[in-house]
């Protein structure tokens, strides 16, 4: 089946630095992928839905400067953490449609944890 | 406004016996439906869907159960397995534009 892979799974880095994660979707296209983030024990929350080829859609509340997302292919997503805080520490999880415009399922990234000291 | 809602944070059940988690929905353009499954640190992973066409969907322990009218949904779990304590998200989409997700229930099948 579909498979989606997040790296890195865990990092940890220094208050003030950058932080890329990536998502791939290793055996489908996804021109569309959407980012999560998850507080210790709470839902998943939105960040924004990546387009390949165009800007990404933010949620409301979310900094476009501060999580810099990039679609450069049919395959790839990222999401820039820049000047990263302790309050940015959090679960970060990617997902991609299976079905390109269809209701297919949603498979998701494995996650990737983020602590920033 | 959530769009979909699961009422109950949290859910414990008996080994063995069946696990009821429900979802409610208030967008009717939504026409599938999805359960996921987390457990800590992971993403989430796709258990069982069901489409709007539908009442009814079966796959092994579980079953989803959509009423259309009442716009709500149900996942049953039985015979419950200690492996299936997890958060549950209950996710809804409108033709695969949007997808939803509920706050998710935490289950806990106690042994």
């Known amino acids: 089946g579909a498979v989606v892979s997040q790296h890195p799974s865990w990092v940890i880095c220094k208050s003030g630095t950058s932080v890329k994660i990536e998502c791939r979707s290793l055996d489908f296209q996804a021109t569309t992928m ?5 507080f210790p024990k709470q839902s998943l929350m939105l960040m924004a839905t990546s387009n390949e080829g165009s800007k990404a859609t933010y949620e409301q509340g979310v900094e476009k400067d501060k999580f810099l997302i990039n679609h450069a292919s049919l ?15 959090s679960f ?3 997902s991609a449609p299976g079905l390109a415009g269809g209701t297919g399922e949603l498979f998701f990234g494995e996650g990737s944890r983020l602590t920033v000291l | 406004d959530q769009q979909v809602k699961q ?7 008996q080994e063995g016996r069946i696990s009821i988690l429900n979802c409610d929905y208030t967008n009717s353009m939504f026409d599938y439906f999805l359960w996921y499954k987390k457990y800590p640190a992971e993403g989430p992973t796709f258990l069982i869907s069901i489409s709007s066409i539908k009442d009814k969907n079966e796959d092994g322990r579980f079953t989803v159960f959509l009423n259309k009218s009442a716009k709500h949904l149900s996942l049953h ?11 549950y998200f209950c996710a809804a ?5 949007n ?10 099948v106690l042994p």
């Open chain 1, 92 to 94: 970060y999880i990617c």
């Open chain 2, 99 to 108: 997808f939803v997700f509920g706050p998710g229930t935490r289950l806990s």
């Open chain 2, 7 to 13: 009422n109950s944070p949290s859910l414990s059940v």
């Open chain 2, 77 to 87: 779990i039985v015979p419950s397995q200690p492996g299936d304590s997890a958060v």
């Open chain 1, 34 to 38: 959407f980012w999560y983030r998850q």
């Open chain 2, 93 to 97: 989409t409108d033709y695969g534009q």
């Open chain 1, 75 to 89: 395959t790839l997503s990222t999401l820039t953490v820049t000047s990263a805080h302790p309050e940015d520490s």
